[in-house]
């Protein structure tokens, strides 16, 4: 017979006991009702903390992809202003850009995208207003995704005649800014920043 919120319990000896061993009766305990409830309480509760933690594992890359706005697909182009105009030409084709020329307005292209480079002649007339007003060379930060080996990379950097100005492990723009990558510094002939960031 029990208290009220009390379990009773029967335990037993292990089937393992030694051959021959008399099996002594049955041995009751009481068990308080409160201990098991609790006990059912923190396991919840430590699921629930599980859960929450692998969700918010996912929270910055949700964020950052129900923040897009609708309908932006890719960056087509940006535009900076350039001064030293042959220098950047040679170096981007060493780079392995491809470059067009077309009036006053010099373009490198990669993939689908391109990056146009305003010509002096055209940035300093002060009738050219589709541009950044206070824009000056240099003033271009750009990073570009490598998928070849790192000794690939480097063999053009030196083709180029670039200058490694910084390397490291970098947190990139994949996966919501989530990938991390190793990257590669250098400056271009008007000193633009250039990085190449290799994701494993």
């Not at 960056?75 to 042959?86: C, F, K, S, T």
């Not at 950097?157 to 990257?183: F, N, T």
């Not at 920043?193 to 290799?198: G, K, M, N, Q, S």
Request: glycine share 10%; charged share 20%; net charge negative.
């Amino acid at each position: 017979m029990t208290s009220h919120g009390e379990t009773q319990v029967e335990l037993r000896r292990s089937s393992g006991e030694a051959q021959g061993e008399t099996m002594s009766s049955p041995k009751t305990a009481v068990i308080p009702r409160q201990s098991s409830a609790r006990r059912s309480f923190i396991k919840q509760v430590l699921a629930t903390g599980a859960a929450v933690s692998a969700s918010s594992a996912f929270a910055g890359r949700a964020a950052a992809t129900m923040s897009q706005a609708r309908g932006i697909v890719a960056l087509d182009h940006v535009a900076i202003p350039i001064q030293n105009v042959e220098e950047m030409v040679s170096f981007y084709r060493e780079l392995g850009f491809g470059v067009r020329e077309a009036g006053q307005i010099v373009s490198i292209h990669f993939g689908d995208q391109k990056i146009n480079f305003h010509r002096p002649s055209l940035w300093q007339s002060g009738t050219f207003t589709l541009r950044a007003a206070a824009a000056q060379p240099p003033c271009g930060d750009f990073c570009w995704v490598w998928e070849g080996s790192e000794a690939a990379l480097a063999e053009v950097l030196v083709r180029a005649d670039a200058e490694i100005v910084a390397e490291g492990e970098r947190a990139g723009g994949r996966d919501g800014g989530d990938a991390v990558g190793q990257s590669v510094y250098i400056r271009d002939p008007d000193g633009n920043l250039l990085e190449f960031i290799r994701y494993s």
